[in-house]
């Protein structure tokens, strides 16, 4: 992909959190100040475009629950079949004799994914459920 061409612009605030940010950039190894930053607007962005439903995102989504549990295998299989547009891999992990992990990779409209998330989380006998969120990798520059 072609990078977009750099903006220049200034900034003020208050010099203790310029040295705050300046030493957080160190600590995590950033070549500079402005790629700090332009990383927290990119997180930003990811959350906000994660509160507005018609944005496409992708992220994936965890599950943890007893595979020894009434119906629990086919009800999230159902789930998933359901929403075979929107969910583009599994894993399944078998964690000890009881558990099961599951990680989807998941791809669509914000409120789609975080609908067939909600199912997915809500279902009896899941035992912890997450969402993360992350860009398609479109929206922004380098
Ligand atoms: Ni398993």
Request: hydrophobic letters at 40%; aromatic letters at 2%.
């Amino acid at each position: 992909m072609k990078t977009p061409p750099l903006c220049r612009f200034s900034l003020s605030m208050a010099g203790d959190l310029v040295a705050q940010l300046d030493a957080m950039a160190r600590t995590k190894g950033y070549a500079n100040r402005s790629k700090a930053v332009a990383d927290m607007v990119r997180a930003h962005l990811v959350d906000h475009h994660a509160q507005a439903g018609n944005r496409d995102i992708a992220g994936t989504i965890t599950l943890v629950y007893d595979h020894h549990k009434r119906n629990i295998q086919a009800l999230l299989t159902d789930i998933q079949h359901d929403h075979g547009n929107l969910i583009i891999a599994a894993m399944h992990v078998h964690l000890d004799p009881h558990h099961c992990m599951e990680v989807l990779a998941v791809r669509g409209r914000a409120q789609a994914v975080k609908q067939v998330a909600d199912r997915l989380i809500a279902a009896k006998g899941v035992k912890h459920g997450k969402l993360t969120v992350t860009t398609t990798g479109k929206d922004f520059g380098n």
